[in-house]
């Protein structure tokens, strides 16, 4: 089967919540996609955020081959090694002391918001707590993460969803001020807002709302889904700034391309919030997973990835600002590391199936931004590939 009868038989099976580009991809190799036909395509995507180390990596492939002999899940009533040392590598990368493991973005932002409840419920044996989220968020599609998403429409036709969630605007300490009273349990925020826009924090901002955190016992948690991973130019992209939150997520990146999630904990927060019996999973922290995140943070060692963002990254950031000024239809370009994004006065439709066409894979976010999410292996001369097909299409 070819893949245009490849995507008629999808048309006709799948869920129809997703209006996909008409494209079959069959495999990948350092930063390129293959489609079923054959046809090269360089990555600026990336799965969304998730191959940082590019496709086809041998090491990589060896160890989850390997573990696949052995064993792949084990149940977490028992202990399994993968986990354990992908626990202790995790913890030390992201300078957090606990973690569990979830198998998505969405899970590990459900672990987040419960450990807040729980944290808040110790305290006062109340359940009316409130949370204060921000405008542009995406924290995922499951009922709790959706209900401190920003975008009403992804939330409507499913409210009621959680307690009482506040929205608060991002980049603005007053509008988070106003909105905290003796209920609210927790803050959480993207250190960068990818979904809704490539937003990223200003300092005086993620600065203010954890001394806020501080000074009223509100758990900050940050959701470095995306902006995770090295992808900002440091391990985690609130490593930046003068704070430490209380709870964080991470997924996307962080098991190099198998589906995984973990949300994390201070000790203080972990003592006092999630006990035995009060969260649980069959498939999260299994043996596969676990090989995948403790070789992906090998390999993050090993290839200077993280100095790599940021030699590359700049480089990415001063050839889109030569676009930006060289096109009046572009009015902002925003971004940090490998996540950055240019947004049009127009919808930007035309412009990704442009790319596609001449084999620039990007995508969007909101209508009228571009979004760049490269694997974080990407050299100048990949920018420079992309960017003399992105003025192509513009
Ligand atoms: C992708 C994403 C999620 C959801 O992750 P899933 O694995 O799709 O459930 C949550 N938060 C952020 C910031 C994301 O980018």
Redesign the pocket.
Known sequence: MNSKEYIELAENKLLHTYNRYQIVFDHGDGVYLYDLEGRKYLDFVCG??VYALGYNVKEYNDALKDQIDKILHTSNYYYNVPAIKAADKLTKFAGMDRVFFTN????A?EGALKAALKYAYNKDGCNDHEIIAFDHS????TCG?LAVTGKKAYREAFEPLISKVNFAEFNDLESVKKLINKKTCAIIM?TVQ??GGIYPAKKEFIEGVYRLCKENDILLIL?E??CGMGRCGSAYAWHAFDVRPDIM?T??AVGGGVPV?AFLLTERVAENSLVAGDHGTTYGGNALAGAAIDKTLDLFESKHIIDNVNKVGEYLYAELDKIAGEYADIVDHRGKGLMQGLEFDHPVADIINRALEKGLVLINAGTNIVRFLPPLVITKENVDEMTAILRECI
């Open positions: 969304i955020g998505s973005g969405a899970e932002i995406f924290h995922g599609r993460a993207e990818g979904e959701d889904i995306q997520t997924a996307k999630g």
